[in-house]
T-cell receptor, first 111, second 115 residues
Framework: GEDVEQSLFLSVREGDSSVINCTYT??????LYWYKQEPGAGLQLLTY?????DMKQDQRLTVLLNKKDKHLSLRIADTQTGDSAIYFC???????????FGKGTRLSVIA | GAGVSQSPSNKVTEKGKDVELRCDPI?????LYWYRQSLGQGLEFLIY????????KSGLPSDRFSAERTGGSVSTLTIQRTQQEDSAVYLC?????????????FGPGTRLTVT
């Protein structure tokens, strides 16, 4: 079956880069997403990448995809205290099918 | 523009009672999804509506759960005879479902507590 795995916790110092990693098992995954969830809030879509891409950059965010290894990463440059949240990796076979989520990585930013 | 809205934001109910949760998707979005977020299970898919097609109910955990979508817009998730294990945050998402536009946007969720 489909499975998405993430490490549960990451702690970084303010100003450093954060790298959150994710692995998935479904080789049919076409769309891979990163969502952010702040305490008490809903899920905010940060970015997504098509499986035929290997990198996507959006301001401080860089997504890297290694399709051969089924490995996805999210790099946040110059991490700020406002980046403290839970980050969810998710995959979808066609983009308009239900998302399969990882359990989320809790990012703590130390001032 | 307006995002996905859900009501109520919080619901406390007694075990055995029925509850209805409402979702208003982004205007024009043809696809609508319900997910559940609980401590033990993470984020789980429940049900998916796409246009006029029959809904994908494969994620519903039991026959106490049902959902409908009226007029291709608002959706209601109904849980009958609630149990304590139904306590979770119920999230709704919608998407435009057009080639090249595959983002799913989430509402703030309804926190359900069954006592």
């Amino acid at each position: 079956g489909e499975d998405v795995e993430q490490s549960l916790f990451l702690s970084v110092r303010e100003g450093d880069s954060s790298v959150i990693n994710c692995t998935y098992t479904d080789s049919s995954s076409t769309y891979l997403y990163w969502y952010k969830q702040e305490p008490g809030a809903g899920l905010q879509l940060l970015t997504y990448i098509f499986s035929n891409m290997d990198m996507k950059q959006d301001q401080r965010l860089t997504v890297l995809l290694n399709k051969k290894d089924k490995h996805l990463s999210l790099r946040i440059a110059d991490t700020q205290t406002g980046d403290s949240a839970i980050y969810f990796c998710a995959e979808s076979r066609s983009g308009n099918t239900p998302l399969v989520f990882g359990k989320g990585t809790r990012l703590s930013v130390i001032a | 523009g307006a995002g996905v809205s859900q009501s109520p934001s919080n619901k406390v109910t007694e075990k055995g009672k029925d509850v209805e949760l409402r979702c208003d998707p982004i205007s024009g979005h043809t696809a609508l999804y319900w997910y559940r977020q609980s401590l033990g299970q993470g984020l789980e898919f429940l049900i998916y509506f796409q246009g006029n097609s029959a809904p994908d109910k494969s994620g519903l955990p039991s026959d106490r759960f049902s959902a409908e979508r009226t007029g291709g817009s608002v959706s209601t998730l109904t849980i009958q005879r609630t149990q304590q294990e139904d306590s979770a945050v119920y999230l709704c998402a919608s998407s435009l479902d057009r080639t090249g536009m595959r983002e799913q946007y989430f509402g703030p969720g309804t926190r359900l507590t069954v006592t």
